[in-house]
């Protein structure tokens, strides 16, 4: 399939769960979908494709959380990257860990560092931080403050 | 049915690279489960490069791991330009090749090295390190440091090729190519590993694509991706060089991509040195608009990939990293099970991972009394080698 | 005291302990046992286990994780024994410094002997700064 062909059948297929397309140059496609779709979409995207899944990277961006999943059609050098906005408060969201393996570690990451909650993980235990690590304190949420009072930050060199 | 013995593989080990944690359950000599923990390395680099400019951010980002010091620049300084987008003089591309392959050439140097060290076949160990200094040092001719190069930065690299420099780099490279090639035959031809890695540790071609392995540990396995092929970069399209697939999956096919591999980077490195054309280094980017940024780079481990979200400052507000062990490690899963502890080793650092934690090992039984240490179960994969030595009749 | 500390001097048995470093100092720690440098001349030996260790190697910013493991390991040293810290993560934390992750420089946590500074440093320094251990300490006998 033509990098044309591709985008039509995903546009036509899901064109209730498109919220916006980005059609940034040859190789980067932005596109925004609904939540309550991201199981549909990313394992059509995954499975029936072929893509390869990259990466999901997260970001706190008051008052919503986006998570960016990106998938790459490495035949016609594309790289779709679908983007989900959740409430900051509450963030949640099916898992895709139960279907995909390569999900599993970064979705244990993102909910561990930014606090999302992925619904019907198979796994969701702590994957980077210490044992130690308070519950509850996110460190890539933009309002993280130190928490630690032995901390010393002084001694550079 | 058989009592399960679980055994802690970590987190210290006195070989090298980083702390890890493994936990094996195994059914006498089978292993039935694997499980990890990480998190003894993370340094929460992301926020702390959402701290600095763009331009020193490329410092922190070459602390990531130092083996991986040029591919994480490199796949970082692509994102920031991709948020433009915008191209880098052609110079600088060439240049940018010729250290990252001379980085992929000492990586896969470094893992043959260990490698054999696992399997009790340390010559190999010192023959292959001692190599990788005469890479070290042209990498040091090049860019003045052994690792951490600091050469590159956003819209083109930090310091020029002399020309003087040229023929005494291409006469280093030169020099390593037969001690290579007789490296390949010792290991291609070698009975002893056929025997002992053949067969061991298979990744199927759709466990691969399942686990969205990456590099030589999905190439090995018959998946044909290499990012420098399929999305190029770089100088990668400027000349002929192959792509090393084989179609086992195991530890042997494992080492034959690597060590082929080590071939087509010289030649790149080569080609690159005596076609590098003239002209600027740097395009003198100024502002990074606001904005997305998506780049990705084969690092000699697998795919690296970087996003940097940009709101117009001088700042990225979310740099996200994902280096390729992140997407490798997982493939345990598939690999270690229903293989012998005294494979796990050699298994474990087949996929070359930023960390091989298999000396600091203890085997505990039920009531959690110590049966072996580490030293043992490096011990007992070399004593298998030699058990098949024995076999065979090589000495 | 000062007797075993003689008889370690003669040839350092070394531990090393990576706390989350960038693997930089650690290679190039591992590149001193190599042909081109091969300070086992000198009869300094990689061991496998604490137990064995005369000189602990510690490289890394101390994260939150590997920290707790470190208290445990020193814990368990045969003393004396001498704590080198290469790089300069181990020194001061150095470029991470404000990470959320690495709280406390090396120096606060566990007594150190020798600094070794670089980033990465490279092993004739380690080699130096091993030389400079054994002056050290030896003038103190
Ligand atoms: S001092 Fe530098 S080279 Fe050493 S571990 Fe730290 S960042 Fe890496």
Not at chain 2, 82 to 107: C, L
Not at chain 2, 124 to 135: C, Q, T
Not at chain 3, 46 to 53: D, E, N, Q, T, Y
Not at chain 3, 94 to 118: A, E, H, M, R, T
Request: charged share 25%.
């Amino acid at each position: 399939m033509t990098r044309e062909e591709v985008l039509l059948d995903f546009t036509s297929r899901f064109h209730e769960d498109i919220l916006d397309l980005y059609d940034k140059s040859r190789s980067r496609v932005y596109v925004t979908i609904t939540p309550e779709s991201i199981l549909r979409i990313g394992t059509y995207l995954f499975r029936n494709v072929g893509a390869r899944f990259n990466i999901a990277s997260g970001t706190d961006m008051p008052p919503n959380i986006e998570i960016l999943y990106h998938f790459i059609v490495e035949d016609i050098n594309l790289l779709i990257s679908l983007r989900v906005l959740l409430d900051r408060e509450d963030p949640v969201i099916d898992s895709l860990g139960r279907d995909i393996e390569a999900m599993n570690w970064i979705e244990r990451e993102m909910s561990e560092l930014l606090g999302i909650t992925f619904t019907g993980h198979p796994d969701p235990r702590r994957l980077l931080l210490a044992d130690n690590w308070p519950e509850g304190v996110y460190p890539l949420r933009q309002d993280y403050e130190e928490w630690d009072e032995t901390a010393d930050r002084t001694r550079g060199i | 049915m058989m009592g399960r013995t679980i055994i802690p593989i970590g987190p210290y080990h006195p070989l090298q690279e980083e702390p890890e944690f493994f936990t094996l359950t195994v059914e006498g000599e089978t292993v039935v489960d694997i499980d990890v923990r990480i998190g003894y390395n993370h340094r929460g680099i992301e926020k702390l490069s959402e701290l600095k400019t763009f331009e020193n951010s490329t410092f922190v980002i070459e602390r990531i791991c130092g083996i991986c010091s040029t591919s994480h620049p490199f796949a970082y300084t692509r994102a920031v330009e991709d948020v433009f987008p915008m191209e880098v003089p052609i110079r600088a591309k060439y240049i940018r090749t010729i250290i990252a392959e001379g980085e992929r050439i000492h990586s896969h140097l470094l893992w043959l090295g260990l490698a054999g060290h696992f399997i009790g076949y340390n010559t190999v160990y010192m023959w292959a390190w001692k190599l990788r200094e005469e890479i070290l040092d042209v990498l040091e001719i090049l860019s003045g440091n052994r690792n951490n190069y600091a050469m590159f930065k956003p819209g083109g690299v930090r310091r020029d090729i002399k020309a003087g420099d040229i023929p005494v780099c291409l006469k280093k490279i030169d020099s390593i190519l037969p001690t290579l090639d007789m490296l390949k035959k010792a290991v291609l031809d070698d009975p002893v590993l056929h025997a002992r890695l053949k067969g061991v540790g298979v990744m199927t071609y759709q466990e691969a694509i399942d686990f969205s392995a990456l590099g030589p540990t999905s190439r090995a396995s018959g998946v044909a991706r290499d990012v420098r092929k399929d999305s190029p970069y770089g100088a990668y399209q400027e000349m002929e060089w192959d792509m090393i697939v084989t179609q086992n999956g195991d530890v042997f096919d494992k080492a034959v991509v690597r060590i082929l591999e080590m071939f087509e980077s010289a030649k790149i490195m080569k080609y690159c040195l005596n076609n590098l054309p003239d002209g600027e280094i740097d395009a003198n980017i100024m502002d990074v608009p606001p904005g997305e940024g998506i780049g990705h780079i084969e690092a000699p481990r697998g795919e690296t990939f970087h996003y940097v979200k940009s709101d117009g400052t001088n700042r990225p507000v979310r740099h996200k990293v994902r280096a390729p062990t992140f997407m490798n490690l997982p493939t345990y899963k598939a690999t270690v099970q229903g293989e012998t502890i005294s494979d796990a080793t050699i298994i474990l650092a087949a996929i070359d991972p930023c960390y091989c934690c298999t000396e600091r090992i203890a085997v505990k039984d039920p009531r959690g009394r110590l049966l072996y240490n580490g030293k043992d179960l490096v011990q007992l994969s070399r004593e298998k080698t030699e058990k098949m030595k024995r076999r065979m009749g090589v000495r | 005291m000062s007797l075993k500390l003689k008889a370690l001097l003669k040839s350092p048995w070394v531990f090393h302990l990576s706390t989350g470093s960038c693997n930089n100092c650690d290679i190039e720690t591992l590149d001193c046992l190599t042909p081109r440098f091969d300070i086992e001349r000198f009869g300094m030996l990689l061991v496998g286990s604490i137990k064995h260790a005369d000189v602990l190697l510690v490289t890394g910013s101390c994260n939150r994780m590997s920290v707790e493991r470190m208290k445990a390991l020193w814990e368990q040293v045969p003393k004396p024994c001498l704590v080198v810290a290469i790089g300069t993560c181990a020194g001061s934390r150095g470029i991470f410094k404000d990470s959320y992750n690495c709280p406390v420089p090396l120096d606060q946590i566990i007594p150190v002997d020798v600094y070794i500074p670089g980033c990465p440093p490279k092993p004739e320094a380690i080699i130096a700064g091993a030389v400079k251990l054994i002056e050290k300490v030896g003038s103190t006998l």
